[in-house]
């Protein structure tokens, strides 16, 4: 008799992927070898803004081992990377693959060496003589945006590349005599996202047909296989792009470069193999950077707490180009997006410009927009909890949206639906002991000692209603499922998904083992790869688990309800008495069953068991697309302690409440959290690039740019509620990104209370031991800047 | 070209005799010229610890050093791992736990974990994340990694 069937979602499978990566046998870019392979080596700009006047490559060329030196001249057949939109007041920027006259960051490529080796390759690039004339470099944000400032690109006429508004309710309320505000100007500094693979790329060419693979750390394979063939000429069917395995990417592998478009250009010139890998000093410069915003936000109350208005004015700084495909809109609109988090406001008004300045991209990094964006609206109601002599948490739990509150919309035009926002506020009020902790702060010398609290709300699996960013000509709203059975009996599924670290090979598994009825380690998973699926983007935005795991759902049903049918003329019953647990198929209280391999039998070999039209290829290929998006909440908590004499701050307990919908594997759900708030605790305390006057990046080594060491993240208290469910197929909510939106408030939050005996509030981060000192011994805020009209 | 020297090493128990430039990285030459790609590089200037690698049985920073100084030398890489029973263990309690998630990192936390599993005490686990604070993940957040420390300790100490 068949068992019960097995239950796969919600067990902590442990990882397929994990046997390889252990044993020193997983495959990044930058392990591949093929015979004949070429190698690149880049020449950067070393000044920030100016003219080439000349490139002279002759020294260069002399070198022994080199196969060419090329500049802008060699690539003019190759358009401008332009990151269109549908966007109103938007103007795209033109970037070529090398720079070809004006140099706008330190880092832009200028030439590419191919040589025999890397190292042969980097001694021909330094001896490649570039003569410059320099342009005043714009470097900080809000200067960018005087009309006195240097123009970054002259055709656009302006360092604003997009200015958008955003209005709900009134003004009324602005008369209103008993109104009360708290007003500031937070900064979020930019940050690099540090995946600690560096980008590289590998392109081979078969030389019998033609067709090239791109073999990229990338998270986009199949936007990067569609940017290619638009930009480049080739059809898709001479064009493949795999990203193996790649060692993370947070964002920063979530663009197209154009060392990515050299390399392949350069594969099909010499009709050889080329690879490049970046060094970490190539990756800080030219790896697409996260946040930089500067925000003046206020926010509006009435005497009883009620929130009444929320107004925000954003500056984003961009850096040099708009980012392809996602554009320099991605970052800051989110700002504004979801400024007003899970909290009911009635008026909300926000202003966004986005501006170039002579530093590198920005582009996606984890959190997106949200991490400044939380950062500000949950600094402001403690400042307001202050400001009404009230509690900060009771504060929030009297304006959070209720669950009888939902559908909401939110003013920026979001709607949050299916969220326990309170009930995550709550949960972490009670595994933090927040009143308990609270009593002892009140009662006794605790100063130094503080705890912060950080809810919001952020929409993940995005459907093809919202775009991952405004107006963006790409669709990141499907996920297509092509599974499988071959001949063996064996079951595979295909997604255009790239996972990156997420273990999405063991989840997916996990999905269709429970659907059909198999085990999870029966089934392989092929993804990360664009000759396998038809259309597919990747693995960015929260959108793998829900979006893929929902697709995954869909096409193993349709492919269950043939095995089925094939099962029951066999068994000669109906449907309904067919049973499908552990790769066996059963008639329904018989000792009747067959294997998978039975069935493959069956229908393409055996020739006798089936009818012809029973012995249809097992093959089921959905698309789903959730049209809207699943609203992931969760409440942080830290508590930190400063150091007195040493102003060093020590995260002494963290927590985290967070409502994810269905938890598919909690293992990898947690291991997602506690990185992600890692990050987080990088971007309060310790992480900024720190561009001088000049453009020159100052904190351009990991011993310069500081992340977290096990030494600074602490354990992490984490719950799950699992009672709000979104519409989706799977019920699933993304959450690789939650952690890092939460955490830069939270630690904000605590430090401020940690020194509210001092009177300062925390308006930038990171925090950093020496800021808190200025902050702290000097009163120097350096956010109390004039913030331009 | 720069003349090339011949150097004698022996890795992961199997004898090596190889021409190479002066200034090849030890890491190249254990990735480009043995293809033990598992060794990975991740910031070239020591900070990051993904190249770490056993020398003479002590750890060290294989993009620190040249290729040269591997000569006479016996090297250890997380390609050992698997074939040898004790360090299995460090790979099995690492999946038990979930202490990757990229692996990038990982034979870095490998031949750091298994040299202080031989040489250090880990009293606590403050002494473990004070041990391990010398390689960087961006991924784990590191609690899982501490947990499977914790464990590995553990059952060292029942032996």
Same mark, same amino acid.
């Given at each position: 008799m068949q068992k019960k069937s097995q239950k796969y979602v919600g067990k902590n499978v442990l990882r397929f992927e994990d046997e390889r990566l252990l044993s020193g046998n997983g495959v990044y870019t930058s392990d591949l070898k093929f015979s004949s392979l070429l190698h690149l080596s880049f020449l950067r700009s070393n000044i920030a803004h100016g003219k080439i006047v000349s490139i002279n490559k002759e020294k260069a060329e002399e070198i022994e081992g080199i196969h060419g030196v090329f500049t802008y001249e060699n690539f003019k057949e190759v358009p401008p990377i332009k990151s269109t939109s549908r966007m109103k007041n938007y103007f795209a920027t033109n970037q070529n693959v090398l720079c070809s006259d004006k140099i706008r960051y330190v880092g832009e490529p200028l030439a590419v060496v191919v040589a025999e080796n890397r190292y042969i390759a980097e001694d021909a690039a330094e001896l490649i003589e570039v003569e410059v004339k320099n342009l005043d470099p714009v470097i900080d944000t809000l200067e960018a945006t005087k009309p006195y400032s240097e123009i970054l690109h002259n055709e656009i006429k302006s360092n604003v590349i997009l200015e958008r508004n955003f209005n709900t309710g009134d003004k009324n309320f602005l008369h209103d005599k008993d109104l009360l505000s708290v007003k500031n100007i937070f900064r979020m500094t930019r940050k690099s996202p540090i995946s600690m693979e560096t980008r590289s790329y590998v392109c081979n060419i078969d030389k019998l047909t033609k067709i090239l693979t791109l073999y990229s750390s990338t998270q986009v394979p199949g936007v990067i296989k569609d940017a290619l063939s638009l930009f480049l000429k080739i059809p898709g069917n001479k064009l493949n792009v795999i990203a193996p395995d790649v060692g993370g990417g947070f964002g920063g592998k979530a663009s197209l470069y154009p060392e990515e478009i050299i390399t392949v250009l350069l594969c099909q010139r010499f009709n050889r193999p080329i690879k490049w890998v970046s060094d970490r000093f190539e990756d800080f410069m030219s790896t697409s950077q996260g946040f930089e915003e500067v925000m003046e936000v206020e926010l509006f109350f009435k005497p009883t707490g009620q929130f009444i208005g929320l107004y925000g004015k954003i500056i984003g700084d961009v850096g040099s180009y708009s980012i392809y495909p996602w554009t320099a809109a991605l970052e800051p609109m989110q700002v504004a997006g979801f400024l007003q988090g899970p909290y009911k406001i009635d008026n909300f008004n926000a202003n966004v410009k986005c501006v170039v300045t002579n530093k590198p991209p920005t582009g996606p990094y984890r959190g997106v927009g949200r991490p400044a964006a939380v950062f500000a609206i949950e600094r402001l109601i403690d400042m307001a909890a202050k400001k009404l002599k009230t509690d900060p948490a009771k504060l929030r739990l009297q304006n959070m949206i209720d669950k009888k509150d939902l559908p909401y919309r939110i003013g920026s035009g979001i709607v949050w639906d299916n969220a326990g926002f309170k009930e995550c506020l709550k949960s972490a009020l009670r595994i933090s002991k927040y009143e308990k902790f609270r009593r002892i702060k009140n009662n006794e010398n605790s100063n130094w000692l503080g705890i912060g609290i950080a809810s919001y709300g952020e929409l993940t699996g995005i459907g093809s209603k919202i775009s991952v960013a405004p107006g963006m000509p790409l669709n990141t709203g499907t996920e297509t499922c092509i599974i499988e059975i071959d001949s063996t009996g064996s079951i595979s599924a295909t997604f255009a998904i790239a996972s990156h670290g997420q273990g999405l090979e063991t989840t997916l598994a996990q999905i269709i083992a429970e659907t059909l009825g198999s085990k999870p380690d029966d089934i392989k998973i092929n993804q990360g790869n664009t000759s396998l699926i038809k259309h597919g983007t990747g693995t960015y935005a929260s959108r793998s688990a829900a979006i893929a795991g929902s697709v995954a759902i869909k096409s193993t049903k349709k492919l269950k309800n043939q095995i089925m049918k094939i099962a029951s003329y066999i068994f000669e !019953? !109906?449907?309904?008495?067919i049973h499908i647990n552990d790769g066996f198929i059963f008639q329904k209280d018989t000792n009747k069953k067959i294997s998978f391999y039975d069935l493959a039998k069956a229908v393409y070999s055996d020739m006798e068991t089936l009818p012809i039209k029973l012995r249809k290829p097992l093959v089921a290929t959905e698309t789903y697309d959730p049209i809207f998006g699943a609203t992931t909440t969760a409440t942080h908590i830290a508590i930190v302690e400063v150091n007195p004499e040493t102003y060093k701050i020590k995260i002494k307990d963290y927590i985290v409440s967070e409502d994810c919908g269905k938890v598919i594997n909690p293992m990898i759900v947690d291991g997602q959290v506690q990185g992600g708030v890692a990050q987080g605790i990088g971007a309060a305390l310790y992480e900024e690039l720190k561009y001088d006057e000049a453009g020159q990046l100052k904190t351009a080594t990991l011993a310069d740019y500081l992340i977290p060491t096990s030494s600074e993240v602490p354990n992490i208290k984490i719950e799950h509620i699992e009672n709000f469910l979104p519409d989706n197929l799977g019920k699933f909510k993304g959450m690789g990104e939650g952690g890092t939106i939460g955490a830069t408030a939270a630690i904000a939050n605590a430090v401020s209370d940690a020194i509210s005996h001092l009177n300062i509030e925390i308006t930038e981060l990171p925090i950093s031991q020496d800021k808190l000192y200025n902050l702290i011994n000097t009163g120097e805020n350096q956010n109390e800047l004039k913030f331009g009209k | 070209m720069i003349d090339k020297i011949k150097i004698e090493t022996t890795v992961n128990n199997v004898k090596y005799s190889k021409r190479i430039e002066p200034r090849l990285l030890a890491s190249d030459f254990i990735r480009e010229n043995l293809h033990l790609t598992g060794t990975h590089v991740g910031c070239e200037h020591g900070v990051c610890g993904s190249c770490t690698i056993k020398i003479n049985g002590l750890t060290s920073r294989s993009c620190l050093k040249f290729a040269i100084q591997l000569h006479g030398k016996r090297v250890e890489t997380v390609e050992s791992f698997s074939s040898n029973p004790q360090k299995k263990i460090i790979l099995d309690t690492f999946k038990k736990f979930h202490?990757?998630? %990229?692996?990038? %990192?990982t034979p870095g936390f490998l031949i750091t974990v298994d040299e202080l599993l031989q040489t250090e005490n880990l009293e606590n686990e403050k002494e473990i994340r004070k041990a391990l604070s010398g390689n960087l993940c961006r991924c784990t957040g590191y609690e899982n990694i501490i947990k499977a420390v914790l464990e590995l300790k553990n059952n060292r100490k029942t032996k």
């Amino acid at each position: 008799m068949q068992k019960k069937s097995q239950k796969y979602v919600g067990k902590n499978v442990l990882r397929f992927e994990d046997e390889r990566l252990l044993s020193g046998n997983g495959v990044y870019t930058s392990d591949l070898k093929f015979s004949s392979l070429l190698h690149l080596s880049f020449l950067r700009s070393n000044i920030a803004h100016g003219k080439i006047v000349s490139i002279n490559k002759e020294k260069a060329e002399e070198i022994e081992g080199i196969h060419g030196v090329f500049t802008y001249e060699n690539f003019k057949e190759v358009p401008p990377i332009k990151s269109t939109s549908r966007m109103k007041n938007y103007f795209a920027t033109n970037q070529n693959v090398l720079c070809s006259d004006k140099i706008r960051y330190v880092g832009e490529p200028l030439a590419v060496v191919v040589a025999e080796n890397r190292y042969i390759a980097e001694d021909a690039a330094e001896l490649i003589e570039v003569e410059v004339k320099n342009l005043d470099p714009v470097i900080d944000t809000l200067e960018a945006t005087k009309p006195y400032s240097e123009i970054l690109h002259n055709e656009i006429k302006s360092n604003v590349i997009l200015e958008r508004n955003f209005n709900t309710g009134d003004k009324n309320f602005l008369h209103d005599k008993d109104l009360l505000s708290v007003k500031n100007i937070f900064r979020m500094t930019r940050k690099s996202p540090i995946s600690m693979e560096t980008r590289s790329y590998v392109c081979n060419i078969d030389k019998l047909t033609k067709i090239l693979t791109l073999y990229s750390s990338t998270q986009v394979p199949g936007v990067i296989k569609d940017a290619l063939s638009l930009f480049l000429k080739i059809p898709g069917n001479k064009l493949n792009v795999i990203a193996p395995d790649v060692g993370g990417g947070f964002g920063g592998k979530a663009s197209l470069y154009p060392e990515e478009i050299i390399t392949v250009l350069l594969c099909q010139r010499f009709n050889r193999p080329i690879k490049w890998v970046s060094d970490r000093f190539e990756d800080f410069m030219s790896t697409s950077q996260g946040f930089e915003e500067v925000m003046e936000v206020e926010l509006f109350f009435k005497p009883t707490g009620q929130f009444i208005g929320l107004y925000g004015k954003i500056i984003g700084d961009v850096g040099s180009y708009s980012i392809y495909p996602w554009t320099a809109a991605l970052e800051p609109m989110q700002v504004a997006g979801f400024l007003q988090g899970p909290y009911k406001i009635d008026n909300f008004n926000a202003n966004v410009k986005c501006v170039v300045t002579n530093k590198p991209p920005t582009g996606p990094y984890r959190g997106v927009g949200r991490p400044a964006a939380v950062f500000a609206i949950e600094r402001l109601i403690d400042m307001a909890a202050k400001k009404l002599k009230t509690d900060p948490a009771k504060l929030r739990l009297q304006n959070m949206i209720d669950k009888k509150d939902l559908p909401y919309r939110i003013g920026s035009g979001i709607v949050w639906d299916n969220a326990g926002f309170k009930e995550c506020l709550k949960s972490a009020l009670r595994i933090s002991k927040y009143e308990k902790f609270r009593r002892i702060k009140n009662n006794e010398n605790s100063n130094w000692l503080g705890i912060g609290i950080a809810s919001y709300g952020e929409l993940t699996g995005i459907g093809s209603k919202i775009s991952v960013a405004p107006g963006m000509p790409l669709n990141t709203g499907t996920e297509t499922c092509i599974i499988e059975i071959d001949s063996t009996g064996s079951i595979s599924a295909t997604f255009a998904i790239a996972s990156h670290g997420q273990g999405l090979e063991t989840t997916l598994a996990q999905i269709i083992a429970e659907t059909l009825g198999s085990k999870p380690d029966d089934i392989k998973i092929n993804q990360g790869n664009t000759s396998l699926i038809k259309h597919g983007t990747g693995t960015y935005a929260s959108r793998s688990a829900a979006i893929a795991g929902s697709v995954a759902i869909k096409s193993t049903k349709k492919l269950k309800n043939q095995i089925m049918k094939i099962a029951s003329y066999i068994f000669e !019953t !109906t449907k309904k008495n067919i049973h499908i647990n552990d790769g066996f198929i059963f008639q329904k209280d018989t000792n009747k069953k067959i294997s998978f391999y039975d069935l493959a039998k069956a229908v393409y070999s055996d020739m006798e068991t089936l009818p012809i039209k029973l012995r249809k290829p097992l093959v089921a290929t959905e698309t789903y697309d959730p049209i809207f998006g699943a609203t992931t909440t969760a409440t942080h908590i830290a508590i930190v302690e400063v150091n007195p004499e040493t102003y060093k701050i020590k995260i002494k307990d963290y927590i985290v409440s967070e409502d994810c919908g269905k938890v598919i594997n909690p293992m990898i759900v947690d291991g997602q959290v506690q990185g992600g708030v890692a990050q987080g605790i990088g971007a309060a305390l310790y992480e900024e690039l720190k561009y001088d006057e000049a453009g020159q990046l100052k904190t351009a080594t990991l011993a310069d740019y500081l992340i977290p060491t096990s030494s600074e993240v602490p354990n992490i208290k984490i719950e799950h509620i699992e009672n709000f469910l979104p519409d989706n197929l799977g019920k699933f909510k993304g959450m690789g990104e939650g952690g890092t939106i939460g955490a830069t408030a939270a630690i904000a939050n605590a430090v401020s209370d940690a020194i509210s005996h001092l009177n300062i509030e925390i308006t930038e981060l990171p925090i950093s031991q020496d800021k808190l000192y200025n902050l702290i011994n000097t009163g120097e805020n350096q956010n109390e800047l004039k913030f331009g009209k | 070209m720069i003349d090339k020297i011949k150097i004698e090493t022996t890795v992961n128990n199997v004898k090596y005799s190889k021409r190479i430039e002066p200034r090849l990285l030890a890491s190249d030459f254990i990735r480009e010229n043995l293809h033990l790609t598992g060794t990975h590089v991740g910031c070239e200037h020591g900070v990051c610890g993904s190249c770490t690698i056993k020398i003479n049985g002590l750890t060290s920073r294989s993009c620190l050093k040249f290729a040269i100084q591997l000569h006479g030398k016996r090297v250890e890489t997380v390609e050992s791992f698997s074939s040898n029973p004790q360090k299995k263990i460090i790979l099995d309690t690492f999946k038990k736990f979930h202490a990757l998630q %990229c692996g990038f %990192c990982t034979p870095g936390f490998l031949i750091t974990v298994d040299e202080l599993l031989q040489t250090e005490n880990l009293e606590n686990e403050k002494e473990i994340r004070k041990a391990l604070s010398g390689n960087l993940c961006r991924c784990t957040g590191y609690e899982n990694i501490i947990k499977a420390v914790l464990e590995l300790k553990n059952n060292r100490k029942t032996k």
